[in-house]
């Protein structure tokens, strides 16, 4: 028995499974650290044989054509294998009209291809939305993965790939703010900002295309790696719930001297999608905005000053003692007159952390995540400028992606509390689960352990069962087919370290 794990940001939970039975794991790279303690709230994996319509729009929501020279239509969409498929091809559809007009321009429909979108399926506001594709490799092709609300602007480009198949474009379009503050939106005051991103052959295999954003940042990954990050609070006050589009245009902005259209009869284009998903950020953690302690999960000691530095001590030393600022979604942790930050604004993965006096900018600004598979309140602390994590290393703190260990994650001690030896340390027992022909088992209770309540979702977020298991009989029989699902398996109203798994059995 081989289990496949597609949904790769369980892979946590799941590699204990291969440690202490032998059972081999196909896992892809996880995803961008910034997702702790976030939920995932849309996805499809592609995995039947046909588009899914309950979630998707076999073509563009407003009709067949857009901005280039095909004609979308239902036929060049399909799904097999495991993956979406759009397919431009040099044919006339027999129901498209010669031209379409968008704008200023008129294209001739001399081309047909595929788009969909999830507009009245599925809309989101804030959030991450993420997806694995590859290029079609022929140029004067469009292909892109994007957002819109009704009306635009607002548009949000996870990647557009207009001409050389090794650049991919991100951006937000807006309207230009003083017209928007006395207007609102309006498509001939459009202004943007974005960039690009030079990197491999993207029509050589695939890749992940992220984008994050909230009221105030707006961040795009690429293959799980930040590579642009913006403060931009007053254009993302225009965005509201989004739905999501991809499409396969072939001209259009596409189509240059440089860039002729290569597909032909004999050479059609595809563009492939492995899967695309949506998370939302979990709540945040309720904190003391007084006096608190963070402490290393990892060492069991509390960040301290040491001049413009910092290090690891004692939890009980009053050098301990922090102070938490609310600055509205993000947070400024005070250690006397200094605060913590990034120094020199770096955005370097492995520059060290420090302290320095509070001059307001993004170096200084931490968001704080709550990781709920914890016991107490432990939180990620991640600077808005960098996009990444505080951690230890053998007593030095710097920024860095998150890791696989507790090296990233700090208990927040509100008060005067104290470490106490009295709380469940759930990580030292692992609990895990698998699914096989029918019967749902339960790995990792000891025979003298309270009974443990199961959960089983689908990956929707659906809960199929819920029920309580005994140590001396750890498995439950279910009528339900081979495929993927989300174990929660809990004690003493608490979760269990690996209390979430996600697999599918070949």
């Not at 301990?320 to 993000?330: E, F, N, P």
């Not at 598979?373 to 600077?383: I, L």
């Not at 001690?413 to 340390?425: C, F, N, R």
């Amino acid at each position: 028995m081989r289990v496949f794990m597609k949904t790769h940001a369980f892979s946590r939970f799941v590699s204990v499974l291969a440690v202490m039975f032998g059972v081999g794991v196909e896992a892809i790279t996880a995803p961008p650290s910034s997702l702790n303690g976030w939920n995932m709230v849309f996805n499809d994996e592609f995995e039947g044989t046909q588009l899914d319509k309950s979630k998707w729009n076999p073509t563009y929501n407003w009709g067949h054509t857009h901005n280039h020279r095909a004609y979308c239509v239902e036929e060049n969409v399909s799904v097999s294998n495991g993956k979406l498929i759009i397919k431009g091809e040099a044919k006339r559809h027999p129901q498209a009209p010669a031209t379409c007009k968008n704008g200023d321009k008129t294209y001739s429909l001399d081309y047909t291809s595929g788009a969909i979108d999830t507009r009245g399926k599925f809309e989101v506001k804030y959030g991450y939305i993420e997806g694995r594709f590859k290029m079609p490799k022929q140029l004067g092709t469009w292909p892109a993965f994007w957002t819109l609300q009704d009306g635009w602007p607002p548009e949000i480009d996870i990647f557009e790939v207009p001409h050389s198949r090794t650049d991919h474009h991100y951006y937000l379009h807006y309207t230009k703010t003083d017209w928007y503050a006395q207007h609102g939106s309006a498509w001939d005051h459009e202004a943007s900002f974005g960039g690009v991103h030079k990197g491999p052959d993207k029509s050589a295999d695939f890749h992940n295309y992220g984008m994050e954003w909230d009221d105030k940042y707006m961040r795009f990954y690429f293959d799980d790696k930040l590579v642009a990050s913006y403060n931009r609070p007053a254009e993302l006050s225009q965005t509201t719930a989004q739905y999501i589009i991809v499409n396969l245009a072939i001209g259009g902005w596409a189509e240059t001297a440089e860039t002729p259209i290569q597909v032909t009869a004999n050479n059609p284009a595809y563009l492939e999608c492995d899967w695309i998903r949506v998370w939302k950020r979990n709540e945040k953690p309720a904190l003391s905005t007084n006096q608190i302690k963070l402490m290393s999960l990892e060492t069991g000691t509390c960040l301290q000053p040491d001049g413009h530095s910092l290090k690891l001590g004692d939890c009980a030393d009053e050098a301990s003692r922090a102070q938490l600022v609310d600055l509205g979604g993000m947070y400024r942790i005070n250690f006397g007159d200094q605060v913590l930050e990034v120094p020199d604004e770096s955005k370097e993965a492995g520059h060290r952390v420090g302290l320095w006096g509070w001059n307001g900018k993004a170096h200084q600004q931490i968001a704080l995540d709550r990781v709920n598979d914890k016991s107490g309140v432990v939180v990620t602390m991640q600077f808005a400028n960098s996009g990444y994590y505080a951690q230890t290393d053998n007593g030095v703190l710097f920024q860095n992606v998150l890791p696989n260990t507790d090296a990233a994650y700090w208990r927040v001690l509100q008060g005067d509390e104290l470490p106490s030896e009295t709380l469940p340390v759930v990580a030292q027992v692992p609990v895990s689960a698998l699914f096989a022909e029918g019967r749902l088992s339960i790995f990792g209770l000891n025979s003298d352990a309270k009974p443990a309540t199961v959960s089983l979702y689908s990956t929707s977020g659906v809960c199929l069962h819920r029920s309580s298991v005994e140590p001396s009989s750890p498995y439950i029989d279910l009528n339900l087919p081979e495929g993927i699902y989300m174990v929660g398996v809990e004690r003493d109203g608490k979760p269990a370290t690996y209390h979430k798994v996600m697999v599918k059995l070949r």
